[in-house]
């Protein structure tokens, strides 16, 4: 079945510091790839999307692009902030099956 | 545009009790699904309806059960609540046939089961 793994946190970083967040996925067909995030007492708001190979996901200054030799969607910002620190969640979805996520990587950010 | 709405925000039950959660949609989506996410822990697949019809459903026992209506919101039921019910409960709506677009949440409903 299709599943979705994202590297184990948490993750402290300083800020402006350079940010990569791993997420490796198993799936069949050709998913939809997204990177969802959760602040501290809120839902998910999703940050970004990919819906073919070699597309780019961005949003916010965050990236990431859809490797199908890879089955990877690696999350990146060239300069973190305190205000990025949050839960992040990598995802897929295919047609005719419900959504799924990583593990989620909880981001610090150090002033 | 008015984004997905889930009720209440807060929920508090004795041990025992029965919890109905709800969600509305952003207008247009048909698709309703239904996660928890315990203190800590990531998000776990609860339900997942569409036009009406349940899709699929994870791994969680028949004491949780729900129904979406035909203006497409959804309820949640969680019968003879335990204590490890306590959790954040999200609801997200799409498109069935456009996962491309992605899901949007709602805020959720904080469960606390004493």
């Known amino acids: 079945g299709n599943s979705v793994t994202q590297m184990e946190g948490p993750v402290t970083l300083s800020e402006e510091a350079f940010l990569t967040i791993n997420c490796t996925y198993t799936a069949t067909g050709y998913p939809s790839l997204f990177w969802y995030v959760q602040y501290p007492g809120e839902g998910l708001q999703l940050l970004l999307k990919a819906t073919k190979a070699d597309d780019k996901g961005s949003n916010k200054g965050f990236e990431a692009t859809y490797r199908k030799e890879t089955t990877s969607f690696h999350l990146e910002k060239g300069s973190v902030q305190v205000s990025d620190s949050a839960v992040y969640f990598c995802a897929l979805s295919s047609r005719d099956d419900k959504i799924i996520f990583g593990k989620g990587t909880r981001l610090h950010i150090l002033p | 545009e008015a984004g997905v709405t889930q009720s209440p925000t807060h929920l508090i039950k004795t041990r025992g009790q029965q919890a109905t959660l709800r969600c509305s949609p952003i207008s247009g989506h048909t698709s309703v699904y239904w996660y928890q996410q315990a203190l800590g822990l990531g998000l776990q697949f609860l339900l997942w309806y569409d036009e009406g019809e349940e899709r699929n459903r994870g791994n969680f026992p028949p004491r949780f059960s729900g129904r979406q209506f035909p203006n497409y919101s959804s309820e949640l039921n969680v019968n003879a609540l335990e204590l490890e019910d306590s959790a954040l409960y999200l609801c997200?709506?799409?498109?069935?046939?456009?996962?491309?677009?992605?899901?949007?949440f709602g805020s959720g409903t904080r469960l606390t089961v004493v």
């Open positions: 997200a709506s799409g498109f069935r046939r456009g996962q491309s677009s992605g899901y949007t």
